[in-house]
């Protein structure tokens, strides 16, 4: 079966740091361009990493700077550093496998709240 | 950046009836790289349509997506009780990728 398991997420202050993981499972992880995404407490969803197979990063300007996207294809498994995290971030964060950079498996998320 | 605006916010219908969503883009999107999920309460989006058209395996054919440019449709022909959830609208064709603000299928 193919599927994406987030975990990592919690409480964090602002200004903290956070690493989330998510494991692949069921498909060739290393063929896939693998994004995050993530959705606020009012439903809106917002893009916010891309890595494409090469190792090539894409981020929105929102997350630019403060926010890692890594793979390794050995584990099976995507990572997203946040750093310098905001109240703003607070959200359910998902992994994706993209197509085309449109998502056709998403993992079941993992939430994130920025407080103090 | 793409922005994509979603029309209704809220649809209230019974089941058996049809469902027209709408998603308009601020600029022309290439190539009809727009995809439509939908999400139920709990859960993650889901895919649906990717292609502005094209169904993903096993979506039932009563989900129709049609459209160009900036102006794209999801149809759903004959609403099934399964069918009540919120559906997204995305578009790929340039960097950010950006979502529609939701559209919510909701029972009459």
């Known amino acids: 079966e193919v599927q994406l398991l987030e975990s990592g997420g919690g409480l964090v202050q602002p200004g903290g740091s956070l690493r989330l993981s998510c494991a692949a499972s069921?498909?060739?992880?290393?063929?896939?361009?693998m994004h995050w995404v993530r959705q606020d407490t009012g439903g809106g969803l917002e893009w916010v990493s891309a890595?494409?197979?090469?190792?090539?990063?894409y981020y929105p300007d929102s997350v630019k700077g403060r926010f890692t996207i890594s793979r390794d294809n050995a584990k099976d498994t995507l990572f997203l550093q946040m750093d310098t995290l905001r109240a703003a971030d607070t959200a359910v964060y998902y992994c994706?496998?993209?197509?085309?950079?449109?998502?056709?498996?998403w993992g079941q998320g993992t939430p994130v709240t920025v407080s103090s | 950046e793409i922005v994509l605006t979603q029309s209704p916010g809220t649809l209230s219908l019974s089941p058996g009836e049809r469902a027209t969503l709408s998603c308009r883009t601020s600029?022309?999107?290439?190539?009809?790289?727009l995809a439509w999920y939908q999400q139920k309460p709990g859960q993650a989006p889901s895919l649906l349509i990717y292609?502005?058209?094209t169904r993903l395996t096993g979506i039932p054919d009563r989900f129709r997506g049609s459209g160009s440019g900036t102006d794209f449709t999801l149809t759903i022909s004959r609403l099934e009780p399964e069918d009540f959830a919120v559906y997204y609208c995305q578009q790929y064709s340039r960097s950010p990728l950006t979502f529609g603000g939701g559209t919510k299928v909701e029972i009459k």
């Open positions: 600029q022309s999107v290439s190539n009809d790289y």
């Open positions: 292609g502005a058209s």
């Open positions: 890595i494409d197979t090469a190792g090539d990063t």
């Open positions: 069921g498909f060739n992880f290393r063929r896939y361009d």
């Open positions: 994706a496998r993209s197509q085309l950079w449109y998502y056709d498996i």
